[in-house]
């Protein structure tokens, strides 16, 4: 079945460093890619999608490609802040409509 | 605009009780899901609902039940309440015509003792 492997956390970086959080999928077609964010004691905010391969993703200063030849959709920032400390998930919606999330990736920032 | 809202914020039962969550959708959204988020984990779909309908279904056990309203509004039963059922129950609208936009309610804990 469809599934989403993201790196283990926790990724811990200072201020104003680059970030790369590695998302792996498999699924059969063409899914939809998200990555999602939350915050402590928060539920979900989605940060950026793509529906297509070769698509970017972009908002707040992160990124996301959809990589069809790598089954990829890593998330990167060039400068980190530490109100950018949260948990990651990465997320694919396939043939169905549900989503299917990564165990997520704890990013915290030091001043 | 009010976005997805959830209630109770908390929830304590003991094993074997029986509890109901809710859920409102964001304001223009009819479709509603559900999904359970154990500690450290991604969340897992349960259970999606449209036109008052179950529409799919994750892997759950038939103890987890829904249902939704004509105001679009949804709740979710849980019978015979287990520890692993402890987790933080997520909510999450959309509009069927385009569900790859989902949006997320805070989420009930439901602590199972």
């Known amino acids: 079945g469809d599934s989403v492997t993201q790196m283990e956390g926790p990724v811990t970086l200072s201020e104003e460093a680059f970030l790369t959080i590695n998302c792996t999928y498999t699924a059969t077609g063409y899914p939809s890619l998200f990555w999602y964010v939350q915050y402590p004691g928060e539920g979900l905010q989605l940060l950026l999608k793509?529906?297509?391969?070769?698509d970017k993703g972009s908002n707040k200063g992160f990124e996301a490609t959809y990589r069809k030849e790598t089954t990829s959709f890593h998330l990167e920032k060039g400068s980190v802040q530490v109100s950018d400390s949260a948990v990651y998930f990465c997320?694919?919606?396939?043939?169905?409509?549900?989503?299917?999330f990564g165990s997520g990736t704890r990013l915290l920032v030091r001043p | 605009d009010a976005g997805v809202t959830q209630s109770p914020t908390h929830l304590i039962k003991t094993r074997g009780q029986q509890v109901t969550l809710r859920c409102s959708p964001k304001?223009?959204?009819?479709?509603v899901s559900w999904y359970q988020q154990a500690l450290g984990q991604g969340p897992q779909f349960i259970f999606q609902y449209y036109e008052e309908e179950e529409r799919q279904r994750g892997n759950f056990p038939d103890r987890f039940s829904g249902h939704q309203f004509p105001n679009y509004s949804s709740e979710l039963n849980v019978n015979a309440l287990l520890l692993g059922d402890s987790a933080l129950y997520l909510c999450?609208?959309?509009?069927?015509?385009?569900?790859?936009?989902?949006?997320f309610g805070p989420g009930t804990r439901l602590t199972v003792l």
């Open positions: 997320a694919l919606r396939g043939s169905s409509y549900k989503l299917i």
């Open positions: 999450a609208s959309s509009k069927w015509t385009s569900t790859d936009t989902q949006y």
């Open positions: 793509a529906t297509k391969a070769d």
């Open positions: 304001s223009g959204h009819d479709t």
